[in-house]
């Protein structure tokens, strides 16, 4: 028996030198605005081919909407605040990021440590509140983002109107949920009124229907996180890990590297290819792709 596989990420985590965590937790600026501007930039880049019409631009909506929707993994990151050394850095791009999602930062970030408090566990982690699909049926609508839109929608706006009911939104962060999500909302009526008023649908064309397309790949990449996983208190085995091209991860900010953010979330999205080194042989559940993990979870649905 290889009890090296029986160690968890708290064991992990102690074995490690004051000098190791240092190393393995230290943010920097320089790592997060290079990528943030190369992944900001090809947004930019694919908006100006569609907006210029070029030959067969409309195969250019698919990259542009994958680039747009794995903004995700920025958010992600800035809420963490590991993307940057600099605060401000990390909520200025948390607030760009949510917004062209259409998750706010404020909100997330509330939902999301609650994820990592109570990970995989069936009756606190937030995101098993929407079951993962069972059904071939369910998987194509998981897949559509459609569920996800309309979630999003509605808690924006319950949250404008009404105020936060979640149970993991602190009494004392309520109020700024809900000046975020009037902020969101007001920006994205002030876009689609001017937008009208100048008879113009460049944003419908660079934004609105590339996420649309961009989000079932988002999905799929999101479902290999945790889904199938043994609900324990592991990290190292509650979430998985799924080794992938460079340019995956490199669009999703290094969160391949899933079991390593979930043992130790206070290591930048830029040293978790370092700390996986040290974890590697004690990771439980890993896989070889996303198009591996959707083919073996489609071939078990009911």
């Given at each position: 028996m290889d009890e090296?596989?029986?160690?968890?990420?708290?064991?992990?985590?102690?074995?490690l030198s004051a000098a190791e965590r240092a190393e393995?937790?230290?943010?920097?600026?320089?790592p997060g605005l290079f990528r943030f501007a190369a992944h900001f930039g090809c947004i930019l880049v694919g908006a100006a081919l569609i907006l210029a019409g070029i030959p067969f631009w409309w195969l250019v909506l698919v990259p542009q909407g994958?680039?747009?929707?794995?903004?995700?993994?920025?958010?992600h990151e800035a809420i963490h605040e590991t993307a940057f050394?600099?605060?401000?850095l990390n909520q200025a791009v948390a607030a760009i990021a949510g917004f062209l999602v259409l998750i706010p930062p404020s909100w997330f970030r509330y939902f999301h440590f609650?994820?990592?408090?109570?990970?995989?566990?069936?009756?606190?982690?937030?995101?098993?509140?929407?079951?993962?699909?069972?059904?071939?049926?369910?998987?194509?609508?998981?897949?559509s983002g459609i569920?996800?839109?309309?979630?999003?929608?509605?808690?924006?706006?319950r949250n404008a109107f009404f105020g936060s009911a979640e149970p993991y939104v602190s009494e004392k962060g309520r109020a700024k949920v809900k000046r975020e999500a009037r902020l969101f909302l007001l920006l994205y009526a002030v876009l689609a009124m001017g937008s009208v008023a100048a008879g113009s649908v460049a944003l419908l064309w660079v934004w609105v229907v590339p996420a649309l397309l961009g989000q079932p790949f988002l999905r799929a990449y999101l479902l290999a996180e945790h889904a199938r996983c043994p609900h324990v208190a592991n990290?190292?085995?509650?979430?998985?890990?799924?080794?992938?091209?460079?340019l995956v991860r490199f669009v999703a900010w290094n969160m391949p590297y899933h079991a390593e953010h979930h043992a130790?979330?206070?290591?930048?999205?830029?040293?978790?290819?370092?700390?996986?080194?040290?974890?590697?042989?004690?990771?439980?559940?890993?896989?070889?792709?996303?198009?591996?993990?959707?083919?073996?979870?489609?071939?078990?649905?009911?």
């Open positions: 090296s596989r029986d160690i968890d990420h708290k064991a992990i985590i102690a074995s393995l937790t230290g943010r920097r600026d320089a994958i680039l747009i929707v794995f903004l995700f993994t920025t958010l050394r600099s605060g401000r609650a994820h990592h408090r109570h990970t995989h566990d069936p009756d606190n982690d937030p995101e098993l509140m929407s079951p993962k699909p069972e059904t071939a049926a369910q998987y194509l609508t998981y897949l569920p996800l839109w309309i979630g999003m929608a509605r808690t924006m706006l990290m190292l085995e509650n979430t998985r890990t799924t080794f992938t091209t460079a130790y979330p206070a290591v930048p999205f830029h040293k978790l290819p370092r700390f996986h080194e040290v974890v590697r042989a004690h990771l439980r559940v890993t896989e070889r792709g996303y198009i591996s993990f959707n083919r073996k979870f489609w071939a078990e649905l009911d």
